[in-house]
């Protein structure tokens, strides 16, 4: 077979035996992760080691995301640094190889929990408490990376984040919203009005969640993945965003649906924000303001997708069927203007 889902096997097979010391051919390619985001393979070779290569989707995409060369980057950048990132292996920006770039990391051995069930199965009660703290102090620690020493100082501008997200994800929404939501322009209005004073830029992730890292059975964090939409700006963005994705055992129900930290052992949103406190030292008094901004992206992220799917991007579907899509829009955007309230 000369392809797998988007990789041309021996082109790429030629391109690691050449670029990344040890790797053995011939080469297994069995895909991780896919669809709207970055493809992502798990690489066996002949003598068993494993790599994953990362590359873009097969359709259209923003003309800023993807940036396999960038990606690649950011995780070089961060190799010496307290974040647990995947070994850096290799970038190919030749396009005649696979049909598009893509860089190669080392496989590191660990855990995604994208469901309660799978947390249960995989960690215990301590465990999962292990996990709240571990991501917090990742986090943490991505928003001290030292910007100079890690070749990321001009990652991206340092000023105006919220200001930039604001404008940014306002244009996907209106050109691609499905029908009028009047919430979603009075909460950009409002945040645009409140827009806090940032402070010195750091990394920020971008899409910060526990099921964006993997962990050890101990529950700590080993790598954390997906650094797609990675920029530097405002690091409460990501705890505002890890607020609105997180729903722990005795919290009430978020716009967003994922279930692993509801499992006893887990930290609530409020235990989380008090660790992040503690252990960076950042002023919260203004999280509110955060929660509500996150709460608009999802919206405007949700609608995006929506969008395409209504249009007919997976084949045929009935309205019945989207319609938990378009609740999940309505309910983050109605979280967004609850959030704002908190600020008055």
């Not at 997708?305 to 084949?315: E, I, M, N």
């Amino acid at each position: 077979m000369s392809s797998v889902h988007g990789v041309d096997v021996p082109a790429v097979s030629n391109w690691l035996q050449a670029h990344v010391a040890g790797a053995v051919a011939p080469f297994a390619f069995d895909i991780i992760a896919g669809g709207h985001s970055n493809l992502t393979f798990k690489v066996t070779g002949a003598d068993g080691r494993r790599f994953v290569l990362r590359r873009p989707p097969l359709g259209h995409v923003l003309a800023s995301a993807h940036d396999m060369g960038r990606e690649h980057r950011i995780i070089s950048g961060l190799q010496r640094t307290a974040v647990p990132v995947a070994p850096a292996l290799g970038f190919c920006d030749d396009v005649s190889v696979n049909g598009s770039p893509f860089y190669v990391m080392g496989f590191v051995d660990g855990f995604v929990l994208r469901d309660r069930a799978t947390s249960e199965a995989v960690l215990t009660v301590d465990a999962r408490r292990t996990a709240s703290e571990s991501l917090v102090d990742t986090m943490a620690a991505i928003h001290s990376v030292d910007l100079q020493a890690a070749g990321l100082h001009e990652l991206g501008r340092h000023e105006g984040y919220i200001a930039r997200q604001l404008k940014r994800w306002y244009g996907q929404w209106n050109q691609q919203q499905t029908r009028a939501l009047p919430a979603v322009d009075r909460v950009h209005d409002e945040l645009s009005r409140r827009i806090p004073e940032q402070g010195p830029a750091t990394i920020v992730h971008g899409d910060y969640r526990l099921d964006n890292c993997m962990v050890a059975d101990t529950g700590q964090v080993v790598a954390v993945l997906d650094w797609e939409i990675c920029t530097l700006g405002d690091p409460l963005a990501d705890l505002g965003l890890l607020q609105v994705y997180w729903t722990g055992p005795n919290d009430p129900a978020s716009a967003w649906t994922g279930s692993a930290t509801t499992a006893p052992g887990f930290y609530d949103r409020a235990q989380l924000a008090q660790r992040y406190a503690q252990v960076s030292g950042r002023d919260l008094s203004n999280l509110p303001f955060y929660v509500s901004f996150a709460y608009w992206k999802l919206a405007c992220i949700l609608e995006g997708v929506y969008a395409r799917y209504a249009g007919g991007a997976l084949g045929a579907r009935d309205a019945a069927e989207l319609l938990p899509f378009k609740q999940q829009v309505e309910a983050a955007a109605a979280a967004a203007e609850q959030m704002l309230e908190q600020l008055t």
